[in-house]
């Protein structure tokens, strides 16, 4: 299966095959970097890690998964440093940049900054998440996380709890939801309800969707709660984050109320949407859906390369 040169933008491009292609290279790479191989896959490439906004988990698992595959990093953490402080357009950042690596990864707080990237360069581009829009890395190491956490993926319910307007990794993972044949349960405050364009898109290609606000209710029913942070960067004013700040809280009283053995995904990172006290708790996937980043951006690389 030929992904050479692909660029990696959204949360519906590909087919299940390509999926499940995916998922097995990320597993197989897993495999290799736990028995401890020193990996050459990429050996002789250059890859640009462009972050024009704050990233702790994304940039650092893409980082890692650069160097274990073998390649080599420039980066630019902090869009401040670079030349768009002076002025310079996105589209002429990447053709500069474009000239000297093999890959670009890039987060942006633009809707669609991605899309205008992949446009301009020869290289593949890779969408560490733009503004509001997708986040599609996130949401295929959600797949492979909710594939590892039950055995499979398929005809299961999953919530999405939170901020469902701003949230672009439920944005992605929605589509991809969708495509794998499982129900989804929108739980939110009215004014971070997920986009009306999504939704009936979503509806429109076949997807089982219950909007709701009884989360007790929701989890009742759901083999996965996918919760996500009020986001406070992504309001207009300090006063629309209060209001809605804190809305849904996971605790082990929640919990109670909760299908037995569900699985508790998040992006990260956490304000208070997810008390400490449930890290605990086995279903809790969170951190070792962090550490799946690696192993399934490791993939994309390796993919996008036509390395592997």
Same mark, same amino acid.
């Given at each position: 299966m030929d992904f050479k040169g692909l660029d990696i933008l959204n949360g519906y491009q590909f087919t299940n095959q390509q999926l499940n292609h995916i998922m097995n290279t990320a597993a197989e790479y897993e495999k290799r970097v736990k028995r401890g191989e020193v990996i050459h896959d990429l050996d002789g490439c250059v890859v640009a890690s462009l972050f024009f906004e704050p990233s702790t988990r994304t940039r650092l698992s893409f980082e890692a998964a650069i160097n274990r595959t073998g390649a080599r990093c420039i980066? =630019? $953490? /902090?869009a401040k440093a670079s030349s768009q402080a002076k002025g310079e357009t996105l589209e002429d950042t990447i053709s500069t940049v474009d000239g000297y690596v093999d890959v670009i990864v890039m987060r942006h707080p633009e809707k669609g900054a991605a899309v205008r990237a992949a446009d301009i360069a020869v290289h593949p581009v890779i969408n560490g998440g733009d503004g509001a829009g997708q986040h599609p890395t996130q949401a295929l190491l959600d797949i492979y996380t909710m594939r590892k956490e039950k055995g499979h993926i398929g005809g299961q319910t999953i919530t999405f709890l939170g901020d469902l307007k701003y949230g672009r990794t439920v944005h992605s993972l929605g589509y991809f939801m969708q495509q794998l044949g499982n129900r989804m349960i929108f739980a939110s405050p009215d004014e971070l309800k997920m986009p009306e364009?999504? !939704? $009936? /898109?979503? *509806? $429109? *290609?076949g997807a089982d969707i219950v909007e709701t +606000? /009884? #989360? *007790?209710?929701a989890l009742a029913q759901s083999d996965f709660v996918y919760v996500t942070r009020v986001q406070r960067e992504r309001f207009p004013d300090q006063e629309s984050y209060e209001r809605v700040k804190g809305s849904y809280i996971v605790d082990n009283e929640l919990l109670k109320c909760a299908k037995k053995d569900i699985t508790i995904l998040h992006p990260l990172p956490r304000v208070d949407e997810? $008390? !400490?006290e449930v890290d605990s708790y086995p279903g809790a996937a969170y951190f070792r859906q962090a550490h799946n980043g690696m192993y399934l951006r =490791?993939?994309?690389? +390796?993919? #996008?390369t036509g390395r592997v």
């Amino acid at each position: 299966m030929d992904f050479k040169g692909l660029d990696i933008l959204n949360g519906y491009q590909f087919t299940n095959q390509q999926l499940n292609h995916i998922m097995n290279t990320a597993a197989e790479y897993e495999k290799r970097v736990k028995r401890g191989e020193v990996i050459h896959d990429l050996d002789g490439c250059v890859v640009a890690s462009l972050f024009f906004e704050p990233s702790t988990r994304t940039r650092l698992s893409f980082e890692a998964a650069i160097n274990r595959t073998g390649a080599r990093c420039i980066s =630019m $953490a /902090d869009a401040k440093a670079s030349s768009q402080a002076k002025g310079e357009t996105l589209e002429d950042t990447i053709s500069t940049v474009d000239g000297y690596v093999d890959v670009i990864v890039m987060r942006h707080p633009e809707k669609g900054a991605a899309v205008r990237a992949a446009d301009i360069a020869v290289h593949p581009v890779i969408n560490g998440g733009d503004g509001a829009g997708q986040h599609p890395t996130q949401a295929l190491l959600d797949i492979y996380t909710m594939r590892k956490e039950k055995g499979h993926i398929g005809g299961q319910t999953i919530t999405f709890l939170g901020d469902l307007k701003y949230g672009r990794t439920v944005h992605s993972l929605g589509y991809f939801m969708q495509q794998l044949g499982n129900r989804m349960i929108f739980a939110s405050p009215d004014e971070l309800k997920m986009p009306e364009e999504i !939704t $009936a /898109d979503l *509806r $429109a *290609r076949g997807a089982d969707i219950v909007e709701t +606000g /009884d #989360v *007790r209710e929701a989890l009742a029913q759901s083999d996965f709660v996918y919760v996500t942070r009020v986001q406070r960067e992504r309001f207009p004013d300090q006063e629309s984050y209060e209001r809605v700040k804190g809305s849904y809280i996971v605790d082990n009283e929640l919990l109670k109320c909760a299908k037995k053995d569900i699985t508790i995904l998040h992006p990260l990172p956490r304000v208070d949407e997810i $008390a !400490t006290e449930v890290d605990s708790y086995p279903g809790a996937a969170y951190f070792r859906q962090a550490h799946n980043g690696m192993y399934l951006r =490791m993939a994309l690389l +390796g993919l #996008v390369t036509g390395r592997v």
